[in-house]
């Protein structure tokens, strides 16, 4: 069974746990997720599509992510989660941790803060290996191509991380 971190409104850990999307979270409490965002020195971007078997927003394009386990930082989970999604690891990747934003969704049970990190480095297509349960899978992409895919209401998270696409 997967176990989540609960943090309090300053993002810092209450030492209590909840389980994988149980969404028990009281209003002032949190989980922590993670986005790493992939970025080739040609300025393309490894986004990849959301298997059409996901409860929600099924067949959208997005960035690797996920929510990080209990007992794990967010630089441990970005890199966990980029690994198992992509076949990738940005573990000596230039880059790092960019900005934190938060959701809240009162009465849900559902509140999160999000750590975005981009990593730059240099990687053949050949190197990619995509976990087949969560993604169909990926294209190299420029900022306008997943501006466009916003534009048409199909990339995750974008009005959120767009700046981060900002090269």
């Known amino acids: 069974m997967e176990l989540w971190d609960i ?26 997720t ?17 298997v059409m078997t996901k409860a929600w927003a099924a067949g959208w394009w997005e960035v690797s992510g996920g929510a990080a ?14 690994r198992e999604e992509t076949g990738l690891d940005v573990s000596n990747a230039d880059g790092g941790y960019v900005f934190s934003y938060h959701r809240e969704n009162p009465g849900e049970g559902d509140n999160y803060f999000v750590d975005i990190y981009r990593f730059v480095m240099d990687f053949d297509e050949s190197d990619i290996h995509i976990q ?11 900022p306008e191509e997943i501006k466009a895919l916003a534009e048409q209401g199909i990339f995750l998270h974008y009005d959120s991380i767009r700046q981060v696409f900002d090269i």
């Open 7 to 32: 943090y309090d409104k300053n993002k810092q850990p209450t030492g209590r746990t909840m389980k994988k999307n149980d969404w028990c979270l009281k209003d002032g409490e949190y989980h922590l």
């Open 34 to 50: 993670v986005l790493g965002v992939i970025m080739r020195p040609d300025g393309k971007f490894l986004i990849t599509q959301r």
């Open 69 to 82: 386990m209990a007992g794990e930082t967010s630089l441990e989970a970005v890199k966990r989660e980029v």
């Open 132 to 142: 087949k349960e969560e993604a169909l899978g990926y294209t190299l992409a420029s």
